[in-house]
């Protein structure tokens, strides 16, 4: 008993960094960038434990007990499950009407666990983020995917023991399932493809689940050997230690960025292997890991894990549509959301989870006595009662509301159609200027010339006259004419590219939602191998997360040091990157002399008019400032 409560503590660790992981990835998931792995550890931790608990009872008992094991999931998972859905209904009925469309289907969802299901066929577009408000419920799919394991898995190992002989044809078969999955993975992933149904999905999530299965047959708990050499301690925590370093190597890398493909053809499966020699270290009695991921704090945070988890993602949602104004104070505005994240968790721990993980029908008769009683005693459990019957009614009310509430398309907001619009001409009109940069290299003629030039024609020719009042003169409208330009940027772009191709004609320009610096750097590439990389590359990324000084200098090595480069800082004042990726832009713009800063986020923290209500990108009024903006700076320093 005393090696399996050792274990349990650094098991409490290990969901602790999961958790922490979990929530570093949703506050800033550029920088922590594969901090959705945490639900791999809580994946393959689910699938140890449980395999492990069952293979003990039917190997020292002969049977098992399923109905007891669904009992206690039952206590454990829906009190707070059902909690978190009621108390966010009752707050969006009262703040956030917006969002309440399809909470009845959402609710009904996750009570039957087929929410991850549910998100395949009705998950957010990029733009439900920018555009309106997202789902305070995207990350509940895990639960749908562990009640569905909780559900099944009793049922499948009934069978698998008692249809199979020996452990070895047990483990063999599970083999075969974890790896199937893992392999659908990887087969179903298609480059630019919406990535949802491997995402979500149960079958192709399931390899995480097999493996910890996989090591509860190899590695029992029941059978950790006791009073080993001290050379093998030794190779158990250096084992451990390069897991460790595995796992953080792998949640830090670029290479584990979900938007790109390794992920998906064999990243999150090697980091469920690596988690399961981890759980395998920790629940050696003999390895010190155990006691490296056991303190006060750890132990503290995965006690209330599952809280937290579950109450991380509407927190976060809620406080950022009523808290705006502290966004400006990027560490107060994130240090708020993880105190009240903690303090709710906690409660909720105390109130929910640790009464109902243990409710006997005795207990529920007391305390019904108690808020019933007609006199002042028992006044904090009729103030309870009183709160949790306000919640319920507010929550249930929610409920039978939303379907008469309308759901707002996201994907049909003016921003969203005119990006669509953009990029369909965008594509169009790419076609023909590449085409055309195969068969002529641009010729740079020098700006003194160009501009007698521009002097002459305005007199005969005025252009683009209505964006005179915007503060662009004709004669630099005139000199636009005449810029070659490569513009690749992200949404912030993409919704002014009618403009700076109307005022830049010369100009190729590709701009698209939820662009990223790093998996773009090959679209550069890409363009300069094709000759249409212009003297003149304009740059908008950055509003999707942060990057590395490396990651520049890797972009500036294919630019090279005769083109001018123009990068566009950022104006997302909700995000914590805004701050570090225009302070690294100033920092490469003295690096490299090639290399101008357009300060669009000096321009657009006073101009807040000018954006759509997500204050990150320009309206339809701000579209032809930001055009305007950056054609002058184009106009003064770029080549000609």
């Known amino acids: 008993m005393k090696n399996k409560n050792r274990f349990i503590t650094g098991y409490s660790g290990l969901r602790s960094l999961a958790v922490i992981g979990v929530i570093l990835y949703h506050l800033n998931p550029n920088v922590f960038i594969g901090g959705y792995l945490g639900v791999l550890i809580f994946f393959v931790l689910s699938g140890y434990l449980v395999t492990d608990h069952m293979l003990f009872s039917y190997q020292t008992y002969g049977k098992y007990s399923n109905r007891l094991f669904y009992l206690k999931r039952i206590k454990k998972l829906y009190p707070q499950l059902i909690s978190v859905l009621w108390i966010s209904g009752a707050y969006i009925l009262i703040f956030q009407r917006d969002i309440l469309s399809k909470f009845n289907e959402i609710v009904l969802a996750n009570l039957f666990n087929v929410y991850n299901i549910w998100q395949i066929f009705n998950g957010q577009s990029y733009f439900e983020r920018f555009a309106f408000n997202e789902s305070p419920f995207v990350h509940l799919w895990t639960m749908s995917i562990l009640g569905q394991f909780y559900l099944l898995w ?14 070895k044809e047990l483990f063999i078969t599970i083999s075969v399932l974890t790896i199937l999955s893992a392999i659908e993975m990887a087969l179903l992933y298609k480059p630019g493809v919406d990535t949802s149904r491997i995402y979500y999905g149960t079958d192709t999530r399931f390899f995480a689940l097999g493996i910890g299965a996989l090591l509860a047959i190899v590695c029992p708990t029941n059978r950790l050997r006791i009073g080993i050499k001290k050379t093998n301690t030794i190779l158990l925590d250096s084992l451990g230690a390069v897991s460790f370093i595995g796992m ?126 007609i006199n002042k005693r028992y006044l904090c459990q009729k103030l309870v009662a009183m709160v949790g019957l306000i919640i319920f009614i507010l929550g249930t009310i929610a409920i039978f509301t939303a379907p008469t509430v309308k759901a707002k398309n996201a994907d049909n907001s003016p921003l969203a159609r005119q990006i669509k619009k953009n990029r369909r001409k965008q594509l169009e009109d790419n076609k023909k200027i590449i085409a055309k940069a195969k068969a ?7 700006k003194e010339k160009i501009v007698n030039w521009a002097k002459r024609r305005m007199k005969a020719n005025i252009v683009n006259k209505d964006f005179e009042r915007y503060g662009i003169s004709q004669l630099d409208l005139q000199l636009a004419q005449k810029l070659c330009v490569t513009a690749i940027g992200d949404s912030v772009m993409a919704g002014s590219s009618q403009n700076l191709k109307k005022m830049i004609p010369s100009s190729l320009v590709d701009a ?51 083109r001018r480069v123009f990068w566009v800082n ?71």
């Open 440 to 446: 002529n290299k641009v010729k740079l003629a020098g």
């Open 512 to 562: 698209t939602v939820s662009r990223q610096l790093v998996p773009t750097i090959n679209l550069f590439e890409k363009y300069k191998q094709n000759g249409a990389l212009y003297p003149n590359v304009l740059i908008g990324l950055g509003t999707n997360g942060p990057f590395k000084m490396s990651d520049v200098d890797n972009l500036m090595r294919i630019l090279g040091d005769k």
């Open 248 to 373: 953080f190597i792998l949640a830090t890398n670029q290479c584990m960025n979900p938007m790109q493909a390794f992920p998906y053809m064999g990243g999150m499966f090697i980091f469920s292997i690596l988690t399961a020699i981890m759980v395998a270290i920790i629940a050696n009695p003999h390895s010190h890991w155990n006691l490296v991921l056991t303190n006060p704090i750890f132990n503290w945070i995965g006690s209330r894990s599952y809280g937290i988890y579950l109450y991380q993602f509407p927190i976060m949602i809620f406080f950022e549509s009523q808290a705006k104004n502290l966004a400006y104070n990027v560490f107060f505005y994130r240090v708020s959301e993880i105190i009240l994240i903690l303090l709710i968790s906690e409660l909720s721990y105390r109130l929910i989870e640790k009464p109902f993980g243990s409710l006997k029908w005795y207990q529920v008769h007391d305390f019904t006595r108690k808020i019933f009683t």
């Open 154 to 167: 009793p049922i499948i190992m009934y069978i698998l023991v008692y249809k199979l002989r020996t452990k």
């Open 570 to 640: 950022v104006y997302v004042p909700s995000r914590s990157w805004q701050q570090p990726v225009n302070q690294l832009l100033s920092q490469a713009e003295k690096k490299y002399k090639n290399l101008y800063i357009i300060n669009w986020n000096g321009f657009a923290k006073n101009h807040s008019k000018l954006l759509y209500a997500d204050h990150t990108h320009p309206n339809v009024e701000g579209s032809k400032y930001y055009s305007v903006m950056i054609t002058k700076y184009l106009v003064e320093h770029g080549k000609f």
